[in-house]
């Protein structure tokens, strides 16, 4: 451990990333007598997408003290009650990934078990009819959970389609009124200290030196601390997750707002629509060695709904991540950090895993080898995990309708990924770690709708006979759909939410 207490925080970057930490430090370090500054620079810009989150942004947003209804009202967003993904397993094939589970447990078992025992007799319900988010979700409607274990209302969890530039400029607000300084311009030098080889002070163009004895690097993909200037290695995973550029093209939105987002399959990637309250964020993402940028603004415009708003935003990234977060006395957080497509909506929630991480290990009596390195060894799991977790998309499919999808289905995949399915495929079998960001639901969401399907179930399940165990699940699809039935269409809940906030739209 070094004697240097930290008396100050420079944050590099000002899109979501940057915002973000400069909201959760306002709040929980600030205080405790910690200069907060941000620099960030108009003429550079953000990256300007993401739209699409997962359930744990509300703990974030509480966390800060934020209402549901102003955050709705103030970044345009919607409800989110899981991803629909169209002709991954086989082209015309869809499923939806719900957050909520599906069933209830019985005999102390996995809901799965007797689902798939049900399927070995010939049932040809899919997983979706037991899952109270499908089943709202495909009627297009929306409510939050209630609070009674025994309703299957209780099963509603849910996240949201939000524009990210809003949400970074109300957080803005909140930074800012609790005393983070900003700074626009852009950082032209950054000076090292000769001893140790730590960050002391960032320069501005045309501006200030500012000296600080932490150093957040938010600067994006350019990792302008991180990588440009400690040389922090990055891991390039293009060899399991091959897509690295992305065409965002927003246009104008729909009649009605689905509660979920879509992911479509494409000859060289897939799709995106998120749909928010004013308009439908599209985009595809796809590999460079498979398709040319040509070519798949053509695949984009040809496949959007409705008229587009704004010309195309071509982005290239390389998914993967740094080796190490935290070096010295700098930690990387956003895009700097490392990168997942957008497939299952994680950066943001990566984001989050890094702001609360700093706040738990804020080294406020200096900064410790042993913290950094439990901090390092936090976000490569989180990373390492998605990757796993995304990777199953690609590798579990029938398609073979392009170059794109016989490399993604015949590839060798990493060792965790495939014990996970092997076990799976055995005997339905699936063991979550605590505190896994993806759960039973998700996994089986994924491989039961990517046509990975269990040759055997677990004992317990026979201990229904088969006609109450027909009755009990006939019981369990009537008792969802009905739910599903009452609840208020999405835009109509939408509408009840604006009517709570206080921050009505539109942003000073
Ligand atoms: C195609 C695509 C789709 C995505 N979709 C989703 C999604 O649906 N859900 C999700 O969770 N995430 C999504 N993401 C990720 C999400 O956009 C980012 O995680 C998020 O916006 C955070 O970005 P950032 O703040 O790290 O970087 P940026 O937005 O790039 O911000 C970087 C900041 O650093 C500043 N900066 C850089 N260099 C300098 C300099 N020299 N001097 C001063 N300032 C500087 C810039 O001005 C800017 O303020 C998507 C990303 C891509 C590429």
Redesign the pocket.
């Known amino acids: 451990m070094t004697s240097n207490r930290i008396f100050s925080v420079v944050i ?7 915002w973000m930490t400069a909201a959760a430090l306002s709040k929980f370090i600030l205080p405790a007598g910690v200069r907060v500054e941000l ?4 003429a ?10 997962i359930p744990g942004i509300a703990d974030f947003n509480r966390m800060l003290g934020i209402t549901e209804p102003d955050f709705i009202a103030a970044t345009r967003g919607s409800y989110k009650l899981g991803i629909e993904f169209v002709d991954w397993g086989a082209i015309g094939e869809r499923y939806l990934h719900p957050f909520g589970d599906y069933g209830f447990p019985m005999q102390g078992e996995d809901f799965h078990h007797f689902w798939n025992r049900a399927r070995l007799l010939g049932e040809d319900h899919a997983l979706e009819a037991y899952s109270m988010c499908c089943m709202a979700a495909r009627a297009g409607k929306f409510m939050l959970p209630v609070n009674d274990p025994q309703s299957p209302v209780s099963q509603m969890r849910h996240a949201y389609h939000f524009d ?1 530039g809003l949400y970074a400029r109300f957080l803005r607000q909140y930074a800012e009124a609790r005393g983070v300084v900003r700074h626009e ?4 030098t950054v000076e090292r200290d000769g001893e140790r080889g730590a960050i002391r002070a960032l320069g ?1 163009d045309d501006g200030p030196r500012l000296e600080a004895d932490l150093f957040v690097d ?5 990792g ?1 601390l991180i990588g440009q200037e400690l040389g922090v290695a990055y891991q390039d995973w293009r060899e399991w997750l091959p897509c690295d550029r ?1 065409i ?1 093209l927003p246009s104008e939105r729909d009649e009605t707002t689905p509660p979920y987002t879509r992911a479509t399959a494409r000859e060289a990637g897939w799709q ?1 629509r ?1 749909p928010l309250q004013h308009r439908v964020g599209n ?1 595809y ?1 796809y590999s460079s060695a498979h398709t040319d940028d040509e070519r798949a603004l053509d695949v984009l415009t040809r496949n959007i709904e409705g008229t587009p708003l704004a010309e195309p935003n071509h ?1 290239r ?1 390389t998914p993967g991540r740094r080796d190490r977060f935290w070096e010295k006395n700098c930690v990387a ?4 950090s490392g ?1 997942l ?2 497939l299952e ?7 989050q895993e890094g702001v609360s991480k700093l706040l738990a290990l804020f080294p406020r009596h200096g900064i410790s080898a042993r913290e950094t390195a439990r901090y390092n060894a936090i976000m490569a799991d989180s990373f390492d995990y998605i990757r796993d977790f995304l990777i199953l998309h690609y590798n579990a499919t029938r398609r073979n309708d392009s170059a794109f999808w016989d490399h993604v289905r015949t590839m060798q995949i990493p060792d965790s990924l495939s014990q996970t399915l092997e076990l799976f495929r055995e005997n339905g079998r699936f063991f979550a770690h605590k505190g896994d960001l993806f759960t039973l639901t998700s996994w089986l969401a994924v491989m039961v709708g990517q046509g990975i399907l269990p040759k055997a179930y677990s004992p317990v399940a026979d201990s229904l006979a088969s006609d109450e165990l027909a009755r009990t699940l006939r019981d369990m699809r009537e008792t969802y759909a009905m739910a599903a039935s009452k609840m208020p269409p999405h835009d109509a809940f939408i509408k009840h939410v604006l009517g709570k906030a206080e921050t009505q739209g539109e942003l000073a």
């Open positions: 590099a970057g000002g899109g979501t990333a940057g620099i960030e620079s108009d550079i810009g953000t990256v300007g997408v993401g739209e699409a989150s990210a311009g852009r950082i032209a501005i938010c600067t994006g993909f350019r302008l992305a965002a995106w998120i985009g993402v982005l990234f957080i956003g895009l700097s990168f497509e957008p909506s994680t950066s943001i929630h990566l984001i």
